[in-house]
């Protein structure tokens, strides 16, 4: 059973940090490609970031230098580090992992809301 498990999040001001953690069962985590989505009120899910098993990395032009995915395989765990976060980055945040061309699984959702 696959399981893909979120955390981290939560409210934080404008300016600040937050880390998000997913972990992974139930996959072989080394060879898959991790993406983190999010999806705010009323709008489509969107790729914030993903990292192949290889360790190359892609952004979404809104978070490029303010977002750091990164992976450890000995804990089949991906992290979203977020710095200077913006209200415009309010949203649920999933995680979802992917062995071919598409995410195959995901997980439950945390959500970020950033506000004064």
């Known amino acids: 059973q696959v399981q893909l498990v979120e955390s981290g999040g939560g409210l934080v001001q404008p300016g600040g940090s937050l880390r998000l953690s997913c972990a992974a069962s139930g996959i072989i985590f080394s060879i898959n490609t991790m993406g983190w989505y999010r999806q705010a009120p009323g709008k489509e899910r969107e790729l914030v970031a993903a990292i192949t098993s290889g360790g190359s990395t892609k952004y979404a032009d809104s978070v490029k230098g303010r977002f750091t995915i990164s992976r450890d395989n000995a804990k089949n765990t991906v992290y979203l580090q977020m710095n200077s976060l913006k209200p415009e980055d309010t949203a649920v945040y999933y995680c979802?992992?992917?062995?071919?061309?598409?995410?195959?699984?995901w997980g439950q959702g945390t959500q970020v809301t950033v506000s004064s």
């Open positions: 979802a992992s992917a062995y071919g061309a598409t995410y195959d699984y």
